[in-house]
């Protein structure tokens, strides 16, 4: 719980925020949440409206509208999980913009000069005062150095940075109490608005922006299809960023890139390589992946914008994605189960044999399509209606993913009738999949493994000893709770065929061993032993080598 002086120091924010909330008929919510008691409100400050509402998702989307900078984001966060919101609220979230009317020059200006340290004059040849782009956060400024460079200037809106910090002390305090709730049991409220704080005040760091654009510029190299704008680093600050302006299409507007001759079935290849490099390749991915963000320049590169956003896969996670893929166009129920129980989606509460039935029932809508006839996004709508069905709980990056293919699938089937996501996706997951299935030979993995083991072979003597003693005290310290599910059957398979395989190759190893000796008299025997003992030592280095992989 956080010290009361933060609390009383946003109480009057605190007010607001109940009040909009209360006015587009969330009261109940609030009071099932006790917030009046926080906030010491009767019961009738959040009383619903008279008239019953039009649609409660309509005026959820309103109600972030109006709470600003803050709440925005989070709806737009919330957009990506169908896992926790209905269909409808889904689609009404996706609706919300991020476009504010402008701060005046005259009270932005002062705010660039602050953070360059010198009057504009000395660094700018000219700027446009009329904003490009204005959205909670920030404005944007068309302008260009002394020596001609046209250039955008992002400046952070004034006293944004204590607003926000005061609005994720209000949800993180909202959070808390959602916690406690039946809805808190199914799912991680406040892991919740941690993901959204993060995201917001690294959105408000544009050191870090400038470092994500050059990350990306370092994955792209060789790309001569991709550009990557150029960012001033020795202009930008926290509040301040100063980049190469691009002028060109967006990638969804399809007659205006005919009419300039730009061949959009190219285009749509080239998105395709771009986004599923980020995600399956690099595991670094653009995570606002909204048609305005990507610009077709006059000589058909694509400029990429907005670097606030981003999202990170471990190796794991993409090979987790590799498998998932494989699944889907496979049409293997109980391998998409496997996949979700990988990705620890699938909950203790989690009724398996009803999961399993609903996504029999689910593949079967798919079955007999070739996958040129399949919409990645169409599946993958179904594939989260049933997640939030099930109450299945998936990391926020993989949310993303799934945004980002299907924004990805719906601009490229704009830009060739004949796209498919699946084709184009292919080398990718090829490659990817050698990774999953291949150990890896990274030294830093065998040195750490063996670390491991050094350490384990020493201590458990000692364990051991010590658990005999309680044994024999009558206390004997092991509580074990195994579900008799396929999945947790299937692993103790795995480990005692594992175990049981290792026993027998040390054995066959050390049986040829002392055999060698006493068979160098018998013709061809010390050739044969000397067969079996290299063979058993290569069976005996695959098996350390895939328990050293630990993937399966």
Known sequence: MRPIARRVRSL????????????????GALEYLSVHRRLSLSKGELRPPSE?????????????????????????????RSDLLPKPFIEELRKLHDHVSPEPWETMAPLIEQELGCPLHEVFAEIDPQPIGSASLSQVYAGKLCDGTPVAIKIQRPNIHEIVESDLEILQDLAGLAQRTAWGELYDVEEIAEDVAFTLLNELDYRREARNAEQFRRNFTGESDIHIPTLYHDLSTQRLLVMERLEGIKVDEVEALKSAGHDTARIARVASRLIIKEVLEDGFFHADPHPGNYLILEDGRIGVLDFGMVGTLSEDDRINLTRLYVAMVRQDTHAILNVFARMGAISPH???????????RLISKYRGRTLSETRFSDFW????ELMHQHHLRLPSNLWLVGKTLAMLEGIGRQLDPDYDFFEVSKPFVRQLGKSAWLPTLDPRDWVEQVDTWRYLLREMPAMVMQW????????????????????????????????SLSVLVAAFIVGLALLLPATQQIPYAPALTLIGFVSATVLGVWLLVSILKRRH
């Open 52 to 80: 019953p509402l039009e649609s409660p998702a309509l005026h959820l989307r309103q109600a972030l509208e109006e709470l600003g900078a803050t709440y925005v984001k989070l709806g737009q966060i919330l957009s990506t």
């Open 12 to 27: 009057q924010r605190y007010r607001q925020v109940v009040g909009v909330l209360a006015r587009h008929g969330f009261g």
């Open 381 to 384: 709508n179904d594939l989260t």
């Open 468 to 499: 005999l003693q309680s044994v024999e005290r009558g206390k004997v310290p092991v509580e074990a709770q195994i579900g008799a599910t396929q999945e947790t059957l299937d692993r103790i398979d795995a480990m005692v065929t594992r175990l």
């Open 350 to 360: 989690t009724d398996r044999a009803k999961l399993a039935r609903a996504a029999e």
